[in-house]
């Protein structure tokens, strides 16, 4: 046999060796395939979302959350570290719907999340719900977005003014309020005009499960209430006027079923919507609408207890391909 048969032989049973190799190598490591796709395992975070100071403070005296580092974006703080070992990133969103679509907008676009809790306090319309009651929304509308019919406009709006003329009611030139949808964009999607905007988690966890057995604070600042309840199913509204009024909180209750009132939690449920995240909004009764007394350091702390479960329950790792 030539000298360059034998040289090919060599090169071929050299190649036919490493082949096998390479497949034994596949089979015992199933990760092996992954690494030289350009694929690996990327942390993902949840995101975790509130408005006020209060809110942060029960973030930090919980003892839960460990910072690791944070960044400042559009002049928001993000704060990255893990509760209960799950990793996630904290904001603070300031106060008004705008404020709290932007900074939920831009976690979204800057950071690996795989779905919101946003938690915060709200005023209650149900008269039962007692301040430190935690409500878990399935739907949240924004009751601020309206247009003002002139005084007898032919097309009259669900809110008459003239039927809180006191002391008799009437007609009043104010005329009516008509509660208009807001558009839902989504990359799916073609936009789609909405009133109601689904609370997605809420529809897919086992929520009572989650929160089974949780023990609520029951008093604060030599405080006490009695034992709270957790309510789900209920819906709520959102506008960027904060509801104290009791006959418009009354209003809200008979012509749109609300439960709850506040001034971000569709904001975050539209936002979220838009991305495609799924999302929970958590509420802390803080107090009852036309009735005196409120309770914002025992809702908060409630309502951060209850968004603790919830952050256990997504997912904290993906498989990212480039």
Known sequence: MSRINLAVLLVVGLLLVTAKQSMQMSLRNPTAEIETSNCKLTVLRVGLVFTSDRNEKAVIDSGL?????????AGRRFHVGTLKNTPIVYVKTGTQTVNVATAVQILLLKFH????????????????YVPGTVVVPDAVAFTGVWKWEKFEAENKGQLAFGHYNYPVNGENLLGTAAYENITLYSPSEEPKEVFWLPITLTKEAATEELTKGLKLKEC???????????????KASTSDFYVKNEAYGDFLVKEFDASTADSASAAVALTALSNEKPFVVIQGVSNVVGV??????????????????????FPTQRLACE
């Open 292 to 313: 005196n007394g409120s309770y914002p350091e025992l809702a908060s702390h409630n309502a951060f207890l209850v968004a603790t479960t919830f952050i256990k329950s």
């Open 65 to 73: 959350f460990t910072n690791i580092s944070y960044v400042d974006i």
């Open 220 to 234: 604060h600042s030599g405080r006490c209430q009695a034992e709270f309840e957790i309510i789900y199913g209920s």
């Open 113 to 128: 999340i795989s779905g919101i809790v946003f938690f915060g306090n709200a005023g209650s319309l149900d008269k039962t």
